[in-house]
């Protein structure tokens, strides 16, 4: 996590102390570091370099315009989900020609929004959506391109919540039914069949699963050539891991040292959806201690930032390191506490049972690896405003995302005149 670093006792995004963004923005905000976001961007494409590739960031994983024009500057692709994700792709400035749209759920508005600008390519997950993207494109006279889902139902070994390429798993058409969608779609008027997509999960940290899934992706490639139909694209999705704890995923350099020589030959152009390994660790959620408690049986370090803010830990039980602002000593006592937030659950925990050193109100903590799928999935919870977020950019820093207010959490609600 080289871009948060204590310096001088004080931990530092890039050149700036948190502290100072605290007492100028207030807290819990996210913060991002512009260079770790353009080294990590930077690690995943040179890694591939040698053979021809799109990567479109999963913004999913952190969808702030900021960070989306930061990847479309240097020449990124975007993996879009939702109508709500290509309007923010297309206010970024993303060239719809490099945005890929997948999703289990498309209704038909969000396809035509998408026909409409001219995206590269859905990637299909079912039969009867091949219909409905068929159909809706016919309707506004159009040829819709297509790339199918396919599940190539191997095990990347993540939490069961974020495998995605397993037989029972929603994602996708089954291997085994895969050659015949692949012909269905190929006698649709107005679909273009251009690709293959699959994504088999999220927080992979073994090279082998996307080595399998690859495999039995080449032989598909291979088998709907034979029947004469030209497989331009190949998206192996995102899922690369990071290190939340002491997890040891593999670099995207040696993942494309895994893949590459299946790669190579192949004659396609290769699709990414990284998310999480090239925002997570770029980001950190940074919170104020607002009181410390201790119940007989537990210690608790009430802070301001909650379940609302970052979902992770009490969605899956995710951990997230949690370092305080100001450097402990070494050879402080480490006491095991609950981080909990303010909001009223039982299960709002940012971390359990973590031994760190004295705190006490006032005092900063920075939530780790917050990155991806921190902000994205934050809620308005209890009433509570959403975080600011801020972009650091060596000595200096932008706030990207003012806080929320309270005016912002009643927008569009309205009181029906019987009742008044
Ligand atoms: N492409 C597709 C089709 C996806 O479904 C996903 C993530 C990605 C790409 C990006 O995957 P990544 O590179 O970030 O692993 N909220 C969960 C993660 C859910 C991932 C969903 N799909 C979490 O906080 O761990």
């Known amino acids: 996590m080289g871009d948060f670093i204590y310096r001088e006792g004080r931990l530092h995004c890039e050149e700036v102390p ?137 095990d990347p070994a993540t939490h069961p919540y974020i495998a995605t390429g397993l037989r029972e798993s929603k994602f996708g058409i089954a291997f085994a039914e895969a050659l015949e969608a692949f012909r269905r779609a190929k006698e649709m008027d107005h679909l273009e069949v251009v690709g293959i997509h699959s994504h088999i999960g999220s927080q992979i940290t073994q090279e082998s699963p996307f080595v399998d899934a690859l495999e039995r992706l080449v032989v598909l490639v291979e088998k709907l050539r034979a029947e004469g139909l030209a497989i331009r694209y190949l998206n192996l999705g995102g899922g690369l891991g990071i290190t939340y704890k002491d997890e040891s995923p593999p670099e995207p350099r040696q993942l494309a040292e895994a893949l590459l020589p299946a790669m190579e030959d192949l004659g396609v152009t290769f699709i990414f959806e990284p998310g999480r390994t090239i925002v997570g660790n770029a980001g950190a959620l940074v919170s104020r201690v607002l009181y410390t408690k201790a119940q007989p049986e537990k210690a608790f370090l009430v802070v301001d930032a909650a379940m609302n803010d970052l979902a992770r830990p009490s969605l899956y039980d995710a951990y997230q390191a949690i370092w305080p602002v100001a450097e402990p000593d070494a050879d402080a006592p480490r006491v095991p506490v609950d981080v909990v937030g303010p909001v009223c659950e039982s299960g709002d925990f940012l971390a359990k049972d973590r031994p760190l050193p004295p705190l006490g109100p006032g005092d900063l903590v920075a939530v780790m690896s917050a990155g991806a799928y921190g902000f994205t999935m934050a809620s308005n919870y209890n009433s509570r405003p959403r975080a600011a977020e801020i972009l650091v950019v060596g000595s200096d820093y932008h706030v990207i995302r003012q806080r929320e207010r309270y005016e912002d959490l009643v927008r569009g609600e309205t009181v029906p005149d019987f009742l008044r």
Not at 21 to 44: D, K, M, N, Q
Not at 81 to 109: C, M, N, Q, T, Y
Not at 118 to 123: A, E, H, P, S, V
């Open 18 to 154: 948190l502290e100072r963004i605290a007492e100028e923005v207030g807290t819990p905000f996210y913060c991002y570091s512009h260079a770790g976001l353009v080294r990590r961007w930077r690690a995943f494409s040179e890694a591939f370099a040698s053979v021809d590739h799109l990567i479109c960031y999963a913004m999913k994983a952190n969808s702030n315009l900021a960070i989306l024009k930061l990847f479309i500057n240097m020449g990124g692709g975007v993996d879009i989900v939702s109508g709500g994700e290509l309007h923010r792709a297309l206010l970024a400035g993303a060239d719809p020609s490099r945005i890929v749209f997948a999703g289990v759920g498309k209704s038909r508005g969000e396809i035509a929004e998408a026909l409409r600008a001219g995206i590269l390519m859905f990637n299909v997950e079912s039969l009867q959506e091949i219909e409905v993207v068929n159909n809706v494109a016919g309707e506004l006279g159009r040829t819709a391109p297509v790339a199918l889902r396919v599940n190539p139902d191997v």
